[in-house]
């Protein structure tokens, strides 16, 4: 009997980090959402359920503290607990990003802000996330194998996004720099805002990558993605 509830144990704690994977999932697209629609209602739906992944994060996180103390798991499934125990972390801070495209889908663009689709690779991000939790649930290699790969076109994306932002702010500077009726303090801030934005989503991408190596080493005891 004490041996088939270390393995309940074992399932549950899988289960409820991919649990918590999708609440980070919905989080994410609702804060897309909101940069993509600008709906200050659904800006503040993100940010208010912030606490509740933060909340679940820390019960999940303990749940793997206790098997590491009152389990002492070898092997395969000490690789198993400590790569979930890592792998909340990521998710936990996918949550975070959610969160921050919520406070910037608040702020009050300029009349003209930069022409970048933030949120078309955002959701090429997310999507990305959704594999790697897959992977994790489903021990698949292969598809974090591919997460890998894809993640040099989020951030080719990501860095072509940012180099228009800044040659339209240049353009704009160039063109009227003897005329202040451009507003040069919201355009400012609409640049800042717009490569905070870009500087998120590829962040996004990149713990989707973790979780993906994360779960190569839970699976292989091969660290090579993580590196």
């Known amino acids: 009997m004490p041996r088939d509830r270390y393995r309940t144990e074992l399932d549950d704690l899988r289960d409820r980090v991919v649990a918590l994977g999708e609440a980070v999932l919905d989080q994410l697209e609702t804060g897309l959402d909101a940069l993509e629609s600008g709906d200050p209602a659904v800006a503040r739906e993100v940010i208010d359920g912030d606490d509740a992944i933060n909340d679940a994060y820390l019960s999940v996180e303990a749940d793997c503290i206790d098997l590491f103390a009152l389990q002492q798991p070898v092997a395969s499934d000490l690789r198993f607990v400590a790569a979930s125990f890592k792998i909340l972390t990521d998710l936990e801070r996918i ?44 021990r698949d290699i292969e598809l974090c194998r591919e997460i890998h790969a894809g993640d040099d ?3 080719a994306l990501c860095q072509r996004a940012s180099e228009q932002v800044v040659r339209d702010l240049v353009e704009r500077a160039t063109g009227e720099v003897a005329d202040d009726s451009w507003g040069v303090e919201r355009v400012l801030d609409d640049v800042s805002r717009l ?4 500087r998120d989503v590829e962040r996004v991408g990149d713990h989707a990558v973790n979780v993906a190596a994360r779960t190569v080493y839970m699976v292989e005891h091969d660290a090579e993605l993580l590196y």
Not at 195 to 198: I, K, P, Y
């Open 153 to 155: 076109r989020i951030d």
């Open 95 to 138: 949550g975070d990003l959610a969160t921050n495209f919520g406070r910037y889908a608040l702020a009050e663009p300029g009349e003209s802000p930069p022409a970048v689709d933030a949120v078309a690779i955002g959701r090429e991000a997310r999507d990305a996330v959704e594999d790697a939790l897959t992977a994790y649930r489903t």
């Open 195 to 198: 490569l905070l934005t870009v």
